[in-house]
């Protein structure tokens, strides 16, 4: 089991509350601060095609503002493949992006891109990014995951939450078995596994419990709650419920 579980905190939906003014406030920078502050291990931020939530200019700014790793979630394209190397943060995560969408909405399908992800993320991890490829929990797309030289796999949970959220128990632990086995069989594949999308704190605990789990990516849940009670004490209930599951 990795010693500890670590939380990166999507600041995306503060840069979405920015942009509905086209404005400057409020700052994901400063939410990238005070979360390091409140005990983030890292920060993810993901830029879109259409950058509707963090903007180019962000990514510097994040970047010097913080002292924990930054996560940049990206499509696999040229565009955002030369950004990644223009500004080499700790880990890129690569997700699917559709331009309809309301937010990531699967997995990226990698089993049937092998050839065409192994060459994009190659130049990548030889620039020192760790790369994860969020995926469903799906045997397939691990094994491929595997095979095209991820050294990570974020596991997307929002099917397990939607159904959480929906108050369909059954739907909700059948999700829940397969992310249990995903992670489980990513892991003896030799694969670093996160997993994240819908996190809250009534679904956090059966997935933060899982030994072969090192990382939780978690935004919008974080960021809503952080509108009654704060940014710093939404965090910090986060974390004990993850410590509280893994203990
Ligand atoms: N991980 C990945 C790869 C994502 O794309 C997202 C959403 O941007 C998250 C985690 C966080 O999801 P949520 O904002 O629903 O917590």
């Keep these: 089991m990795a010693d500890r579980l670590r939380l990166g905190v999507n600041i995306d939906h503060v ?42 200019a962000d990514i510097d700014a994040i970047l010097q503002a913080i002292n924990i790793p930054l ?26 992006e559709r331009r309809e969408e309301r937010t990531t909405e699967g997995g990226l399908e990698v089993a049937a891109d092998q050839n065409r992800l192994a060459d994009f993320i190659a130049p990548l991890r030889d620039a020192g990014i760790r790369v994860s490829l969020f995926i469903a929990a799906d045997p397939a797309q691990i094994d491929a995951a595997h095979r095209v030289g991820a050294p990570v796999i974020e596991l997307h949970t929002g099917a397990y ?3 959480h959220a929906e108050g ?34 009534e679904t956090v605990g059966p997935v933060a419990c899982l030994p072969e789990v090192a990382e939780l990516n ?30």
């Design 15 to 56: 840069a979405t509350l920015r942009n509905a003014r086209g404005g400057a406030l409020p700052d994901p920078v400063r939410a990238a601060v005070m979360a390091e502050q409140a005990g983030a291990d890292g920060i993810t931020a993901h830029l879109r095609e259409d950058r509707r939530h963090i903007r180019d």
């Design 161 to 163: 939450c939607d159904h």
């Design 168 to 201: 369909d128990a059954a739907a909700r632990d059948g999700e829940l078995a397969r992310l249990v086995a995903g992670a489980k069989r990513a892991a003896d594949l030799g694969l670093e596994v996160h997993m994240g999308h819908g996190l809250c704190y």
């Design 218 to 247: 978690i935004g919008h849940f974080l960021i809503g709650e952080a509108v009654f009670v704060g940014l710093p004490a939404t965090i910090a209930r986060m974390r004990e419920a993850m410590d509280a599951a893994r203990a």
């Design 71 to 96: 996560n940049f979630e990206m499509a696999a394209t040229d565009e955002m493949q030369r950004i990644a190397l223009g500004h080499l943060p700790h880990a890129a995560c690569i997700v699917p």
